[in-house]
């Protein structure tokens, strides 16, 4: 399967937003868990908005015109990583392009934009375990190495004021 892989732009917020929901459903139904709450419209609006504010960017893998693959990334600084790194926030390939090599040629496209952004390393959360184990040995086998822990989160809810 060829691919086309292209950096985001603003008006990609559609298809960045679409690939993402799968991703998100996916996980939810094998975890049965409901570990989001997000839909298509504020999703996109949302992409829309990172991406023209600099805050985020996406690589999206394109197979005969049709989008198959993304990874989305931010960028941040950490002491314990060097200072400037990437932060592998979505990482979807469709189920019908997977094992065909896609994921890995993703994965070098990402490396490629951090060595083009001076990063020190990138770094992403594996989705729940031990329904993602595959995943894990996927990242395991494309040069990611397990750095202990898990993902954590406590929501904060921005109340709007008068």
Known sequence: ???????????????????????TQEICERTNVKHFNIDLESTVMQCEQLLADGHYTAIIGFANDIPIAVATLSETYALYAGGKIGIVQEFYVSPKARSSGIGALLIEQVQIYGEENNWSCIELCTPPLPEFERTVSFYQDNGLIPVGGRKMRQNIINTPTD
């Not at 292209?6 to 799968?22: D, F, N, P, R, W």
């Open 1 to 23: 399967m060829d691919v086309i892989f292209k950096v985001a732009t603003k008006a990609s917020a559609a298809i960045i937003g679409k690939l993402v929901i799968e991703l």
